[in-house]
């Protein structure tokens, strides 16, 4: 069975930074393009960033220059730096990978951000 587990999140103030992980278990972990997803109270699941196999990465427009996404294989984990955090970056982020025909998800991660 695959497992993914985030953990990170937390409640920051504006133009903060945090850093959130994600362990996969379950899976041969290097060779998955993986995803960081977020949802923010009423509105709905987003894509934000993801990384390849081999390292290479997309970013929404609404994270671009600010939250960066890697890897760790040996580690099997994923990271989402988080800089210069706003309000609008307040929801539960995911972690997502497409494995066997199955879509997974974690059970989130909560970022605040607030004054």
């Known amino acids: 069975q695959v497992y993914l587990v985030e953990s990170g999140g937390g409640s920051v103030q504006p133009g903060g930074s945090l850093r959130l992980s994600c362990k996969a278990t379950g899976i041969n972990f290097r060779l998955y393009t993986m995803n960081w997803y977020r949802q923010a109270p009423g509105k709905q699941r987003e894509l934000i960033a993801n990384i390849t196999d081999v390292h290479s990465t997309n970013y929404a427009d609404s994270v671009s220059g600010r939250f960066s996404i890697s890897r760790d294989n040996v580690r099997r984990t994923l990271f989402l730096q988080m800089n210069n955090l706003n309000t609008e970056d307040s929801a539960k982020y995911f972690c997502?990978?497409?494995?066997?025909?199955?879509?997974?998800w974690g059970p989130g991660t909560l970022v605040t951000v607030s004054s």
């Open positions: 997502n990978v497409w494995a066997r025909g199955t879509s997974f």
